[in-house]
């Protein structure tokens, strides 16, 4: 059954993969002007002075001399079987460099969501049950204002307070959580609070509102008659049906975090794919550009995936469109 | 995920009383509506404030937003200049009251783009369905397959920095929301009777597409315009930041964070108060937007 829906959900990828890797293979063909000339550093005035030898290189590299349909074919064969070209900066394959960063960009996703999980759960739970009281219009502020604030101040504001005022937490910098756990939290505290803060708000408010929808139901109210206690009717009753709740707006955040992780990495110098994306446009290194995207999107196409296979398994009577 | 198709929901529920509602008193019984959410008013007046200061900047403004002064740089908040100065010793009052002018260009262009683009593309998938619909919604996916925030920069990155330039950038992310949006009102209109009828009377699938159905998406569009100028005033602030917005020396809220953030130890102050701008302004079409959405569908809340 789960297996089926899997292998049907796979079927509808293949058409939004396909369009996708033309987007992604675009990113390089709609550079205004002549895209090699503009990899290579040269601006109109100056383009006088780049070695011919070089620019033909760079053209037949990139495939230039073919056309269109053509170059794309000879770009998707390559980058399905692994091969996503080279650096035009450090001259190294951007396979490697993106397989190399990877694993920092999602240390810092999961940490972000968890961190907005611990905070957000409780908040929603406990502002549905304390309904119209201080608390419950704490955790609403909270909830507005984090989706209102952007991120970069946020983290600008937290490095003020907590690296430059206190001295606490270090601004930049990271160890792999596999190495050293305690010294990639107190690393990853700062970026993990910046990247999961919309998302906390957002989960706060949803669960709020389902939790509120579920202990106005029936067997709320059945399962208070019958004598249990307030925190297991709250606990173990509604807050287990507001579970879902958390499933759908974690597979809706996954875009937030991703996106969002450009700038958070960019800030705190954390070396992930999403700051290696900012780094290639800024030096002009499109291969890296486009390996950056491509697998930021192919991460959230897969998360989202995962998602909905799991709220399929929770949730039987989701059926395919 | 889909979008609920909602039935006809563009009369206010006040105002639903059949026979006695003309427009204007129509209008008068959303006003009483809206005006009891005291949060969505307080909405309304924080993008009135926005739209007013964009307008009249020059008027408002206590210095000239380029001017520099570096013997008064990095100034606290005091008398001369009101939110102190930045780095070069620009007056920061006077640099976020331009900002307002920046923020709004883009976001009125980028939304205008989404939703143009957006609304007739919805409409035909729905209205024609199959094989139109699948296509068009398939590009929807793909064009969701990309964070938003990661296919402004990846726009931003491949067609160079300008106006136009982050008009697309911005405005490609949103056009599923409004596809998706008007896709399924006008799948749970088409077979309803009055569309029968207007076909019977000859009326010609442009018209019973626009003249008819699309009426009823009104609503939820002015719901969704509102996040929608959120969403690009924050994506707009975010590429300034990132330096793949307006060049220097625009004066853009979120360029000012960026050229202030080398000296957050000298003057913290001066970051402060740009983000806050960002954030009430967002935070005023986030409340407006929801105040909206519960006048013209009480059931809904917010995913």
Same mark, same amino acid.
């Given at each position: 059954m789960i297996a089926s829906y899997v292998v049907q959900r796979l079927f509808q990828l293949v058409p939004v993969l396909f369009l996708v890797s033309i987007g992604i293979f675009l990113i390089i063909q709609l550079i205004p002007g002549d895209p090699v000339m503009?990899?290579?550093?040269?601006?109109?005035?100056?383009?006088?002075?780049?070695?011919?030898?070089?620019?033909?290189?760079?053209?037949?590299?990139?495939?230039?001399?073919?056309?269109?349909?053509?170059?794309?074919?000879?770009?998707?064969?390559?980058?399905?079987?692994g091969d996503l070209g080279m650096s035009l900066k450090s001259r190294r394959p951007v396979l490697e460099t993106l397989?190399?960063?990877?694993?920092?960009t999602i240390f810092l996703a999961i940490t972000a969501l968890i961190g907005a999980v611990i905070v957000a759960v409780p908040a929603g739970i406990i502002a549905a049950v304390r309904q119209n009281t201080w608390v419950d219009y704490l955790a609403m502020g909270f909830s507005l204002w984090g989706v209102a604030m952007p991120n970069f101040w946020l983290a600008l504001?937290?490095?003020?307070?907590?690296?430059?005022?206190?001295?606490?937490?270090?601004?930049?910098?990271?160890?792999?959580?596999?190495?050293?756990?305690?010294?990639?939290?107190?690393?990853?505290?700062m970026p993990a609070i910046v990247l999961g803060a919309s998302t906390s708000?957002?989960?706060?408010?949803?669960?709020?509102?389902?939790?509120?929808?579920?202990?106005?139901?029936?067997?709320?109210?059945?399962?208070?008659?019958?004598?249990?206690?307030?925190?297991?009717?709250?606990?173990?009753?509604?807050?287990?049906?507001?579970?879902?709740a958390v499933v759908t707006v974690v597979g809706l955040q996954t875009a937030r975090l991703l996106g969002g992780s450009a700038i958070v990495e960019t800030i705190f110098s954390w070396p992930g794919v999403a700051s290696l994306l900012l780094e290639g446009i800024y030096a002009r290194d499109y291969p890296i550009v486009q390996g950056a995207v491509l697998i930021l999107a192919l991460t959230y196409v897969f998360i989202n995936l995962v998602v909905d296979v799991a709220y399929k398994f929770l949730d039987p009577r989701v059926r395919l469109e | 995920m889909s979008i609920k198709a909602e039935p006809a929901?563009?009369?206010?529920?006040?105002?639903?009383?059949?026979?006695?509602?003309?427009?204007? =008193?129509? $209008?008068?019984?959303?006003?009483?509506?809206?005006?009891?959410?005291?949060?969505?008013?307080? !909405? *309304?007046?924080? &993008?009135?404030?926005?739209?007013?200061?964009?307008?009249?900047?020059?008027?408002?403004?206590?210095?000239?937003?380029?001017?520099?002064?570096?013997?008064?740089?990095?100034?606290?908040?005091g008398p001369g200049h009101w939110l102190g100065t930045d780095v070069l010793g620009r007056d920061t009052f006077s640099r976020l009251v331009y900002g307002a002018r920046t923020a709004f260009q883009v976001a009125i262009g980028a939304v205008a783009l989404g939703a143009i683009a957006g609304i007739p593309l919805g409409a035909i998938a729905g209205f024609y369905g199959r094989r139109v619909d699948a296509i068009v919604m398939r590009f929807m996916d =793909?064009? $969701?397959?990309?964070?938003?925030?990661?296919l402004a920069i990846a726009l931003v990155a491949a067609l !160079? *920095?300008?106006? &136009?330039?982050?008009?697309?950038?911005?405005?490609?992310s949103s056009i599923p929301q409004y596809a998706r949006i008007v896709r399924g009102v006008v799948l749970s209109q088409k077979e309803r009777e009055y569309v029968e009828a207007a076909r019977m009377v000859g009326e010609s699938n442009l018209r019973v597409l626009f003249g008819e159905i699309l009426p009823n998406c009104v609503a939820p569009i002015i719901v969704t315009l509102s996040f929608d100028f959120a969403h690009a005033i924050l994506i707009e602030s975010s590429l300034s930041f990132l330096g793949l917005g307006f060049p220097p020396p625009t004066a853009s809220w979120g360029l000012m964070l960026k050229e202030i953030s080398p000296f957050l130890e000298l003057q913290p102050l001066s970051a402060l108060f740009p983000g806050l701008t960002i954030a009430i302004m967002i935070l005023g079409f986030n409340l407006f937007g929801d105040g909206l959405r519960d006048l013209f569908d009480p059931r809904h809340y917010e995913i």
């Open positions: 503009v990899m290579l550093g040269a601006t109109p005035e100056t383009s006088g002075n780049i070695n011919r030898q070089q620019y033909e290189e760079l053209r037949h590299q990139l495939g230039f001399d073919q056309p269109l349909p053509i170059r794309y074919l000879n770009w998707v064969s390559k980058v399905v079987r397989l190399e960063r990877y694993p920092a504001m937290l490095i003020v307070l907590f690296s430059i005022n206190l001295g606490w937490l270090p601004s930049i910098g990271y160890t792999s959580p596999l190495v050293q756990p305690v010294d990639f939290l107190r690393h990853a505290f708000a957002h989960l706060t408010r949803y669960l709020r509102a389902e939790m509120l929808e579920q202990l106005s139901q029936d067997y709320v109210r059945a399962a208070r008659a019958r004598g249990l206690p307030p925190l297991v009717v709250i606990v173990k009753h509604a807050a287990k049906n507001s579970l879902l | 929901v563009a009369s206010p529920p006040a105002a639903s009383t059949p026979g006695t509602g003309t427009y204007a =008193s129509q $209008l008068i019984a959303a006003w009483r509506v809206i005006s009891r959410n005291r949060l969505a008013l307080l !909405g *309304g007046f924080v &993008i009135l404030v926005g739209v007013f200061t964009a307008i009249f900047a020059p008027l408002l403004a206590t210095h000239d937003p380029y001017e520099i002064d570096i013997v008064n740089r990095l100034r606290g908040p =793909s064009v $969701l397959a990309f964070p938003g925030q990661l !160079g *920095g300008g106006l &136009i330039s982050l008009y697309i950038a911005i405005g490609v």
